[in-house]
Antibody, heavy 117, light 111 residues
Framework: QLVESGGGLVQPGGSLRLSCVVS????????MTWVRQAPGKGLEWVSL???????GYADSMRGRFTISRDNSKNTLYLQMNSLRGEDTAIYFC?????????????WGQGTLVTVSS | DVVMTQSPLSLPVTLGQPASISCRSS???????????LSWFQQRPGQSPRRLIY???NRDSGVPDRFSGSGSGTDFTLKISGVEAEDVGVYYC????????FGGGTKVEIK
């Protein structure tokens, strides 16, 4: 089970940290991702982290967003800085066993981030 | 970046009838490890996405066998052998051979 939290309303230029608490598998041993969906739009990849610790980011988020994990809490994070209106979306965490290059096998319910003044 | 193009955008289907969704990639999805990382996801209204198919044709656990995936290289297809009411939603293809990307989605609705 994956449970996201941390979404909310933030002003342009502000910051937010999303959390994804995982049960049923070990975050540090698995490929984990963040995917977002703007209102009424399709899915967009945000960031990923491999079991090795290597990370990747979509071009528009690189330098502003940071993915990390806390092994002791079995939790995935997404630190989002310099937020813009176009970052408004539902953010889903995903991953787990049998994920990797085939995309997330398990998904959370999502947390809504709204960037507006 | 690899662009994934799905068609049609909208697919009205009569209950019990088959449905087919096409997905084309701008580059071959054959990975250097020999696998082709093409997956299909279903997103029912108001729900999170759910993976149905991975590596072109492998069904995830619990996915009904009316769903099947096929294709190679740059052309892929998701077929539903007989659409049921619970199949209504948006279907996305996704490639993971390169930096991952999704197709734009195909909305399946009942006629």
């Amino acid at each position: 089970q994956l449970v996201e939290s941390g979404g909310g309303l933030v002003q342009p230029g502000g910051s937010l940290r999303l959390s994804c608490v995982v049960s049923g598998f070990t975050v540090s041993n698995n490929y984990m991702t963040w995917v977002r969906q703007a209102p009424g739009k399709g899915l967009e990849w945000v960031s990923l982290i491999y079991s090795s610790g290597n990370t990747g980011y979509a071009d528009s988020m690189r330098g502003r967003f940071t993915i990390s994990r806390d092994n002791s809490k079995n939790t995935l994070y997404l630190q989002m800085n310099s937020l813009r209106g176009e970052d408004t979306a539902i953010y889903f965490c995903g991953g787990g066993p049998n994920s990797g290059n085939s995309g997330p096998a398990s998904w959370g319910q999502g947390t809504l981030v709204t960037v507006s003044s | 970046d690899v662009v994934m193009t799905q068609s049609p955008l909208s697919l009205p289907v009569t209950l019990g009838q088959p449905a087919s969704i096409s997905c084309r990639s701008s580059q071959s999805l054959v990975h250097s490890d020999g696998n082709t990382y093409l997956s299909w996801f279903q997103q029912r209204p108001g729900q999170s996405p759910r993976r149905l198919i991975y590596k072109v044709s492998n069904r995830d656990s619990g996915v009904p066998d009316r769903f099947s995936g096929s294709g190679s290289g740059t052309d892929f297809t998701l077929k539903i052998s007989g659409v049921e009411a619970e199949d209504v939603g948006v279907y996305y293809c996704m490639q993971g051979t390169y930096w991952p990307s999704f197709g734009g989605g195909t909305k399946v609705e009942i006629k």
